[in-house]
Structure formats: C-alpha cells, structure tokens
C-alpha cells in the first residue's frame, strides 16, 4: 500500500522482480539491429514523464495555496508539451525504421496501443498548455487545467508501462532473443 501511495503521490517508480529467463548470447547472424534512432526515444521519454509530473505538482500546490503563478505553470506546460512531442517524434521514427523486424503479434498490439496513446497526450499536452494561459482568468479554468494535468500524468504513466512491457517482456528495441 505505502508502494503504491509513494508512485501515486511522487511519482516514483518502483522496480518489481521479474522472472529471471536466462538471456543467451546470439551469433553475429542471428543478431537484431536496429537502427541508431532507437536510442533517442529512451531518454526522450524520461522528460515526457518527469516534466508533467513536476507540472502537476507545482500546479496542485498553486491551487491549494491560492497563489497566481501563472508563467512558471506555462513555461513547464510548454516545456512539457515539447518533451512529449520529442517522445512522439522519435517514437514514431524508431517505429517506422522498426518495421520489418519480426515481434510477437501480441507485442505488436501494445506497440500500436503504445503509438496510438503517444498521440493522444500530445493533444492532450497542447490542451493544458493553452489552458495554463486561462488559469489566472477564472477559478474553473484553474481547476480544469489541474484535472487535465492529472489525466496527462496518468496518461504518461501508462504510457510508461507500455514501454516498459514491450522492452521488459518482448525485448522490444533490445537486441536479444
């Protein structure tokens, strides 16, 4: 319970024990390359996740103290709204030059849930970005703009365990069997 309040309150991750399957070591020819650009999306998904967090927290703790920051709010809703349209991009390039490589068909459905759900929080990144131009005008926009940055961040952290599956259990742009 106390795991479960510690990712929910902070954000944080917590590693879980998985089966330990024993990875071999492939022959040159039995290798899977993939190409140099799938190594951008990791680290671009790190910032599409930390940002809106950051963005909600600070946003919650303006609403509960009643205090009208406006610009730090919208620059993080920008700087979040950039680092999801990074994950997107590289996201969907890695997809793309990913696409004669064979994975399972079950995997292949979280890919395309995992591109579809990439898509939906960039909109969704953009409606709380021009939200957070509004927050000062009205007490609704404010709280509107704070439930939009939640579902952004639960949508993040779904996301996140999309990808963690299709690399941790599929082996997705790892290069093993």
């Given at each position: 319970?106390?795991?479960?309040?510690?990712?929910?309150?902070?954000?944080?991750?917590?590693?879980?024990?998985?089966?330990?399957?024993?990875?071999?070591e492939l022959?040159?020819?039995?290798?899977?390359?993939?190409?140099?650009?799938?190594?951008?999306?990791?680290?671009?998904?790190?910032?599409?996740?930390?940002?809106?967090?950051?963005?909600?927290?600070?946003?919650?703790?303006?609403?509960?103290?009643?205090?009208?920051?406006?610009?730090?709010?919208?620059?993080?809703?920008?700087?979040?709204?950039?680092?999801?349209?990074?994950?997107?991009?590289?996201?969907?390039?890695?997809?793309?030059?990913?696409?004669?490589?064979?994975?399972?068909?079950?995997?292949?459905?979280?890919l395309h849930?995992?591109?579809?759900v990439g898509?939906?929080?960039?909109?969704?990144?953009?409606?709380?970005?021009?939200?957070?131009?509004?927050?000062?005008?009205?007490?609704?926009?404010?709280?509107?703009?704070?439930?939009?940055?939640?579902?952004?961040?639960?949508?993040?952290?779904?996301?996140?365990?999309?990808?963690?599956?299709?690399?941790?259990?599929?082996?997705?742009?790892?290069?093993?069997?």
């Amino acid at each position: 319970m106390i795991k479960i309040l510690l990712v929910l309150a902070l954000g944080l991750s917590i590693a879980l024990s998985h089966e330990k399957v024993p990875t071999q070591e492939l022959k040159p020819e039995e290798k899977i390359h993939y190409p140099p650009v799938v190594k951008l999306h990791p680290p671009t998904t790190h910032f599409s996740i930390a940002l809106p967090t950051i963005l909600f927290l600070v946003s919650a703790f303006y609403f509960l103290t009643k205090r009208k920051e406006r610009d730090i709010i919208i620059a993080l809703s920008l700087l979040s709204f950039f680092a999801i349209a990074g994950s997107v991009t590289t996201g969907y390039i890695a997809h793309e030059s990913m696409a004669n490589i064979p994975i399972e068909e079950k995997a292949q459905e979280i890919l395309h849930t995992h591109q579809s759900v990439g898509f939906v929080l960039l909109g969704l990144s953009l409606a709380v970005f021009l939200f957070s131009f509004l927050i000062n005008k009205n007490p609704a926009f404010r709280i509107l703009h704070l439930i939009l940055c939640l579902a952004l961040v639960l949508g993040v952290f779904y996301q996140g365990n999309l990808g963690g599956t299709l690399v941790y259990e599929y082996s997705v742009g790892v290069p093993v069997r």
